[in-house]
């Protein structure tokens, strides 16, 4: 079955790095978009990132637009968040995600993502 399982996150401070992980099986991963959600305390689950399924497009949330890279490696099934200059307002759970569609794309909108990882929490402190 379709698994994501996410790894890299952690407690840092503020102007730190953190790179993020998620190992994909049970699919063909070249087939896909990726992308990346994140959930902050108390709030709604919102879009963080996305690679296309030819990487050759991606798309960012405004807020981490500048600071936050993502990447895909097709033989590795894995994609990657790259964050750079880590802000106290980025602290969320992260979670991977795949979009419902094969060749399709994840807009902002959740609804485009049908499998989900478990989460990894990111913790910024300032």
């Known amino acids: 079955q379709v698994q994501l399982v996410e790894s890299g996150g952690g407690l840092v401070q503020a102007g730190d790095s953190l790179r993020l992980s998620c190992v994909a099986s049970g699919f063909t991963f070249s087939r896909y978009a990726m992308g990346w959600f994140r959930q902050a305390p108390g709030k709604e689950r919102s879009f963080v990132a996305q690679?296309?399924?030819?990487?050759?497009?991606?798309m960012y949330a405004d807020a981490v637009k500048g600071r936050f890279i993502i990447s895909r490696d097709i033989g590795k099934n894995t994609v990657y968040l790259q964050m750079n200059s880590l802000q106290p307002e980025d602290r969320a759970v992260y979670f991977c995600a795949r979009s419902r569609l094969q060749f399709g794309v994840i807009t902002r909108d959740a609804s485009d993502v049908d499998a989900w990882g478990q989460g990894t929490q990111v913790t910024v402190s300032a």
């Open positions: 690679i296309n399924w030819r990487n050759t497009h991606t």
